[in-house]
């Protein structure tokens, strides 16, 4: 499932059948390389956080959980949904100190929530790489690059 | 040694943690006193207004250091400048200044004033050893006003006034950064193996000043 798709998705409970949301963020965790909780817009109430073990389906059109009752407000996810830990366009670095491109896309597992891979300009990086989601900078562990023809390989040093 | 660095460009290279917050900018480059190795980096903020933060990360914690960041795990590694400033020598101010140093041999000729400190990183976990400065010729060498690179021993005596380099070293001069790795480590085996293969006359060289491996 690709955090791009996954945007405007309503969330439905199957209890009621009302649409209590619709999909605006995707909060990924990335110290556990995880999406832990949907935040949600158009919502009934003043909570708009759907925790990632509430959700009974991700389906192909729609995600539906149990009931109406389940969204939830929680310091952690608000403080995920802002800017400095949003990762969609923002520049990735390695531990080494390369810049290897933007993000624009994240593709993650919709069974469990695991982050499969980051989605850059060129590359695709191995979502178990992921460290941390910054104010600066998206930051992962190298890997070895497989360039597209006519690309220099990013993870050799440059020539000085 | 798989990277070369000039110092110079070291400087306002951000400083980023694991969790991706930038803390700072690299200001300065702390070398151990016998101007040998990099030490430490001194910090500063970001930004156009932004001052010293006087803090530092010691070299140990460096994870990465790459053309884009130097990575450090987390902010925690920061300490206070005091704390790796006090044996060592920085490249501009506060003990003692690398560039503008004058060079000289161990004979007693002046080979030029440094401009730039050349960092070779041998890999992952590596120490960063000073491996050559960026001089501008003295007139005498006859090489023109073009700056050269000169490789340097492990270590080498520096005062903050003067770095004095064996006389071997002016026969290694190059100006070619991509060829000077191999530059340094033909000079540094032949420092340990000297077995009359250099010449030791002074007035001999700077009459015809030769660069052995760089060309």
Known sequence: MRYTETIGRHVVSTSTAVTIGV???????????????????????????????????????????????????????????????????????????????????????????????????????????LLGVGSYAVMVRPQQIQAPEGLAPASQPRPY | MSTLLRASELAKLPVVTFAGEAVGQIKDIVYAADGGQVNAFTLAGRGLFAGPLNT???????????????????????????????????????????????????????????????IGIAGQGAQADVIGYEIEPAETLGRGRQRLLIPLPDTLAASGENLVVPAAASQYLTDDLARFGSVVDSFRSQLSAPTGAASNNPAQRSAAPTSAAGQ
């Open chain 1, 23 to 129: 999909i605006e963020n995707v909060l990924v965790e990335p110290v556990e390389q995880r999406v832990v909780a949907l935040a949600l817009g158009k919502t009934a109430g003043s909570h708009r956080m759907l925790p990632w073990g509430q959700i009974a389906a991700f389906g192909a059109d729609a995600v539906t959980v149990a009931g109406d009752d389940v969204l939830v407000t929680d310091g952690r996810l608000t403080a995920l949904d802002g800017k400095d830990h949003a990762i969609l366009g923002k520049q990735v670095l390695t531990t080494e100190g390369y810049r290897v491109g933007s993000v624009s896309d994240v593709e993650f597992d919709a069974a469990d929530g695991h982050v499969l891979s980051l989605l850059l300009d060129t590359y695709q990086w191995d979502g178990r790489l």
């Open chain 2, 56 to 118: 530092a990360v010691p070299w140990k914690d460096v994870v990465g250091l790459g053309p884009d960041a130097m990575v450090i795990e987390s902010e925690k590694v920061v300490v206070p400048t005091g704390d790796v400033l006090a044996p060592a020598t920085t490249s501009s101010g506060g003990g003692g200044n690398v560039l503008r140093s004058r060079v000289l041999t161990d004979q007693g000729t002046a080979l030029g004033v440094v401009n730039d400190v050349i």
